[in-house]
């Protein structure tokens, strides 16, 4: 009922820039925070940055100053600006949303298939 589908990874130089999109669809009555996580080969999934439906946002200390997330309510998107990549940031990045389907009355969770993100020396 509910799809988030991530966009926009891709291959980088170490320095570069990149934006990631997630769009959520479905049967949606509304969306409360809505984030980026990542996951490199051999770790566990850790947060990049959230933002609440206010605007409020979080961000991993790694990435603070680099990345900047922003969200288009009417569009049900989230983006996630990466700026000065570096090779450590090389992962599989996931959007995830707290979504409230229509004729129910409580929030879930939700998480998108996953877009790599690759950055070279």
């Known amino acids: 009922q509910v799809q988030l589908v991530e966009s926009g990874g891709g291959l980088v130089q170490a320095g570069g820039s990149l934006r990631l999109s997630c769009a959520a669809s479905g049967s949606i009555f509304s969306i409360n925070g809505m984030g980026w996580y990542r996951q490199a080969p051999g770790k566990q999934r850790e947060l990049v940055a959230t933002?609440?439906?206010?605007?409020?946002?979080n961000y991993a200390d790694s990435v603070k100053g680099r990345f900047t997330i922003s969200r288009d309510n009417a569009k049900n998107t989230v983006y996630l600006q990466m700026n000065s990549l570096k090779l450590e940031d090389t992962a599989v990045y996931y959007c995830?949303?707290?979504?409230?389907?229509?004729?129910?009355?409580?929030?879930?969770?939700?998480w998108g298939q996953g877009t790599q993100v690759t950055v070279s020396s």
């Open positions: 995830n949303a707290d979504i409230r389907l229509k004729w129910t009355n409580m929030y879930k969770n939700y």
């Open positions: 933002i609440t439906s206010g605007g409020s946002t």
